[in-house]
């Protein structure tokens, strides 16, 4: 069974802090997938990254994929209110049918 | 565009009564619908991949007999709950994939009194 680890599990900061937010595994990931979930709500999708070592920005989030493909990070520079919420990372295998392995979880609290 | 639309949003019911849930991806046909489980303040867990028109591939631990999975057109996949009971109160979300990334339905939070 393929295990994705993310840490820290819950992080509370201040407005304008900068964090970053760990996704590990033993196994490797033709991809790996980036989520934001909102209470009541589905995740959505904020980035995928593909290369090992491929570094991707979205405004104040930085991706980075690990250069094995096992592990990836995701960094926000000067969090705000509107940051919180659960992260998600996910792996994906090969094919249409393939499945994603969800990680632990990291649930975000930014408070001003 | 990839828009999945999950209904009901919210259910609540007696317990062994069964509850059906619909996912639907309304622009976009979907080879591949899957559906997951979530608890509260945990992750996503996979139940089952459904491909329209075969049965569906249940995750280890899962019971297929109840949790009734059917994927009969290419925008439409149903997970019926069967004789519900207070333990699988939770919160279910199924997505689709046309051939790229998964889109994800809103969830649908189902309570069983």
């Known amino acids: 069974t393929q295990l994705l680890e993310q840490s820290p599990q819950f992080l509370s900061i201040q407005e304008g802090e900068n964090l970053t937010v760990y996704c590990n595994s033993s196994?490797?990931?033709?991809?790996l997938q980036w989520y934001r979930q909102e209470p009541g709500e589905g995740p959505v999708l904020l980035v995928t990254?593909?290369?090992?070592?491929e570094v991707k920005k979205l405004k104040r989030l930085t991706f980075q994929f690990g250069d094995a493909r096992k592990d990836s990070s995701l960094h926000i520079t000067a969090a705000q209110p509107g940051d919180t919420g659960l992260y998600l990372c996910?792996?994906?295998?090969?094919?249409?049918?393939?499945?994603?392995?969800f990680g632990t979880g990291t649930r975000l609290q930014v408070t001003l | 565009g990839a828009v999945v639309s999950q209904h009901p949003s919210w259910v609540i019911c007696k317990s062994g009564t069964s509850v059906k849930i619909e996912c639907r991806s309304l622009?976009?046909?979907?080879?591949?619908m899957f559906w997951y489980r979530q608890f509260p303040k945990q992750s996503l867990m996979l139940m089952a991949t459904?491909?329209?028109?075969?049965?569906?591939?249940?995750e280890q631990g899962v019971e297929k007999d109840k949790f009734l999975i059917n994927h009969a057109s290419l925008t439409l996949s149903t997970l019926t709950v069967t004789s519900a009971h207070p333990e699988d109160s939770s919160f279910y979300i199924c997505?689709?994939?046309?051939?790229?990334?998964?889109?994800f339905g809103d969830g649908t939070r189902l309570s069983i009194l």
């Open positions: 997505s689709a994939r046309e051939g790229g990334p998964q889109h």
């Open positions: 196994s490797v990931f033709s991809s």
């Open positions: 990254v593909v290369t090992g070592g």
């Open positions: 996910a792996g994906d295998g090969t094919g249409t049918a393939s499945k994603l392995t």
């Open positions: 622009d976009f046909q979907a080879t591949t």
């Open positions: 459904s491909n329209e028109g075969s049965k569906a591939t249940y």
